[in-house]
C-alpha cells in the first residue's frame, strides 16, 4: 500500500538554528512529494513539490527538501530558523492508483523558541 | 483573485441534524476533495471527485455525502448518521494529470461543532 509517514509528532528548534523535519515514503514507481504547511485555524498551504530533476528542491519561505531515493526520504530543512516558522507540516505522495489523489501523512508540529 | 471558498467558517449542529459545508473554487480545477482534520491528528480523505456528476468515496465517507452538479461547487453534507461529527473540515481542489500534479489548494476550512 502506498503511505507516507513523518516520525516526529514535534520538533523543536531554537530560532536561528537549521531545522529538518523528517518523511518517508512507500510507492510503487516514480514518486511525486509535496511538502505543505499549515498555521492555526487555516488551510494548508503548498511549500514545494519533487517531480524529477535535481534531488534538492526549493520552495516558499526559505524551506528546501531533499529526494533520497536509496532512503525513500524527502525531508524539509531550512538553514536558519524563523519564530513565525512554528506551525503543522504535511509530507505527502502522490497515490500512483489516481490521476489526482495525494496521501498524506500525519503531520509534525513544528516549534521554534525565540 | 482566483482560490477556494469555504463556508461557513464555525458552524454549530444540534444532535440529530444534517448540515452542509460549502466548497467553491474559480481556479477551474477538475478534481475536489474534502478532508477531515481532528486535533493533533493528520488528514483523513472524506469525499473526492474528479469529474462533475462523479465522485468517490475516501477513507472515512460514512455519515456523509457529496454532491458536483457544477465543476465550481462541492458541497458536503454531514448528516445524523456522523456519531461524531465535531471536526476542523478542509476542501482542496487541484488539476488533474497523469504526467504530474500541481499539488493542492486548499480552502481555510469550516469548523464543525456539535451542541
Known amino acids: 500500500a502506498q503511505s507516507v509517514a513523518q516520525p516526529e509528532d514535534q520538533v523543536n528548534v531554537a530560532e536561528g538554528n537549521p531545522l529538518t523535519v523528517k518523511c518517508t515514503y512507500s510507492?510503487?514507481?516514480?514518486?511525486?512529494l509535496f511538502w505543505y504547511v499549515q498555521y492555526p485555524n487555516r488551510g494548508l498551504q503548498f511549500l514545494l513539490k519533487y517531480i524529477t530533476g535535481d534531488n534538492l528542491v526549493k520552495g516558499s519561505y526559505g524551506f528546501e527538501a531533499e529526494f533520497n531515493k536509496s532512503q525513500t526520504s524527502f525531508h524539509l530543512k531550512k538553514p536558519s530558523a524563523l519564530v513565525s516558522d512554528s506551525a503543522l507540516y504535511f509530507c505527502a505522495v502522490r497515490d500512483p492508483s489516481s490521476a489526482s489523489k495525494i496521501i498524506f501523512g500525519s503531520g509534525t508540529r513544528l516549534s521554534i523558541r525565540p | 483573485d482566483g482560490g477556494i471558498t469555504q463556508s461557513p467558517k464555525y458552524l454549530f449542529r444540534k444532535e440529530g441534524q444534517n448540515v452542509t459545508l460549502s466548497c467553491e473554487q474559480n481556479?477551474?480545477?477538475?478534481?475536489m476533495y474534502w478532508y477531515r482534520q481532528d486535533p493533533g491528528q493528520g488528514l483523513r480523505l472524506i469525499y473526492y471527485s474528479q469529474i462533475v456528476n462523479d465522485f468517490q468515496k475516501g477513507d472515512i465517507a460514512e455519515g456523509y455525502s457529496v454532491s458536483r452538479e457544477k465543476k465550481e461547487s462541492f458541497p458536503l453534507t454531514v448528516t445524523s448518521a456522523q456519531k461524531n461529527p465535531t471536526a476542523f473540515y478542509l476542501c482542496?481542489?487541484?488539476?488533474?494529470?497523469?504526467?504530474?500534479?500541481?499539488?493542492?489548494?486548499f480552502g481555510s476550512g469550516t469548523r464543525l461543532t456539535v451542541v
Open positions: 510507492v510503487s514507481g516514480n514518486p511525486y
Open positions: 482542496a481542489s487541484s488539476i488533474v494529470s497523469d504526467t504530474g500534479l500541481s499539488g493542492y489548494t
Open positions: 481556479l477551474n480545477h477538475d478534481a
